[in-house]
T-cell receptor, first 112, second 114 residues
Framework: GIQVEQSPPDLILQEGANSTLRCNFS?????LQWFHQNPWGQLINLFYIPSGTKQNGRLSATTVATERYSLLYISSSQTTDSGVYFC??????????????FGAGTRLFVKA | KAGVTQTPRYLIKTRGQQVTLSCSPISGHRSVSWYQQTPGQGLQFLFE???????NKGNFPGRFSGRQFSNSRSEMNVSTLELGDSALYLC?????????????FGEGSRLTVL
């Protein structure tokens, strides 16, 4: 099956710093999403980005599907950005449905 | 528009018991999928339902089952609970149809097995 690797696994930043999180996947996919998991466990949608570039405030993401990677950029980080960031990919199965595969996540801690 | 709602939020069971978790998708969403999150295995796909039919299944034993009702609400059941079933169970919904579309997650049900 598809393998999803996220890097770095852990990241500590000073407030105000910028960072880049990476997601590599081993095969073609139909869907890619980035999530932020809050302290209570809920996955918050950041980007739905099977290809191309999107921006939302201080966050932006780029997926290069032909090279099988996606990047999440966080600029001017804030303490509230702390948490775990997950990349999830999906591919259509023969059944017509989709199987979601998550990376192991990047744990980010932003120091005040 | 209300988000994905999961109940119960927290529950404690003992080994050998069974548990049923419920998920109400976003209104109009026809696809519901379930995931298990543990510290050791991370986030793993359990199954996906669309129009009351299971379309896809992850690599979990038969003790894990689910179903979807005509109103798109879904339940998952775990029978003969084991300590290793302690986890956060997450449900997600999307509009469905042919294109994948964006997944939206609920707050999860945290299960502890003693």
């Amino acid at each position: 099956g598809i393998q999803v690797e996220q890097s770095p696994p852990d990241l500590i930043l000073q407030e105000g710093a910028n960072s880049t999180l990476r997601c590599n996947f081993s095969d073609s996919v139909n869907n890619l999403q980035w999530f932020h998991q809050n302290p209570w466990g809920q996955l918050i949608n950041l980007f739905y980005i099977p290809s191309g570039t999107k921006q939302n405030g201080r966050l932006s993401a780029t997926t290069v599907a032909t090279e099988r990677y996606s990047l999440l950029y966080i600029s001017s980080s804030q303490t509230t950005d702390s948490g775990v960031y997950f990349c999830a990919v999906e591919r259509r199965e023969n059944t017509g449905g989709f199987k979601t595969i998550f990376g192991a996540g990047t744990r980010l801690f932003v120091k005040a | 528009k209300a988000g994905v709602t999961q109940t119960p939020r927290y529950l404690i069971k003992t080994r050998g018991q069974q548990v049923t978790l419920s998920c109400s998708p976003i209104s109009g969403h026809r696809s519901v999928s379930w995931y298990q999150q543990t510290p050791g295995q991370g986030l793993q796909f359990l199954f996906e339902y669309f129009s009351e039919t299971q379309r896809n299944k992850g690599n979990f034993p038969g003790r894990f089952s689910g179903r979807q009702f005509s109103n798109s609400r879904s339940e998952m059941n775990v029978s003969t609970l084991e300590l290793g079933d302690s986890a956060l169970y997450l449900c997600a919904s999307r509009a469905g149809t042919y294109s994948p579309g964006e997944l939206f997650f609920g707050e999860g049900s945290r299960l502890t097995v003693l």
